[in-house]
């Protein structure tokens, strides 16, 4: 579950240079995207029925985020409990 309570759906996923694979889950409420590594118990074929994404890291979305807001004029974002990777 994402950080505001709402649901959050797969929407694609990628692979990191290390070989490992991560599924995207964006967020119903508030447009969050989360980063998860595939689990032993995820069922691979799935996965891979989601659309490939561009590799990139939670640092690059932040960045990317920043800088989004700051052009909104905020001061400040929520930031992640939760890094993965
Ligand atoms: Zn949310």
Redo the contacts with the bound molecule.
């Keep these: 579950m994402?950080?505001?309570?709402?649901s959050?759906e797969p929407a694609g996923y990628f692979q990191r240079p290390n070989g490992e694979y991560v599924v995207v889950h964006h967020?119903?409420?508030?447009?969050?995207e989360r980063f998860n590594r595939i689990a032993a118990d995820d069922d691979f074929d799935l996965v891979l029925a989601l659309p490939e994404q561009p590799p990139r890291t939670r640092r690059e979305v932040k960045a990317g985020r920043a800088e989004e807001y700051l052009a909104a004029g905020q001061e400040q974002w929520e930031s992640e409990a939760e890094e993965v990777g």
Excluded: N, Q
């Design positions: 994402s950080t505001c309570g709402a959050m967020c119903m409420g508030c447009d969050e």
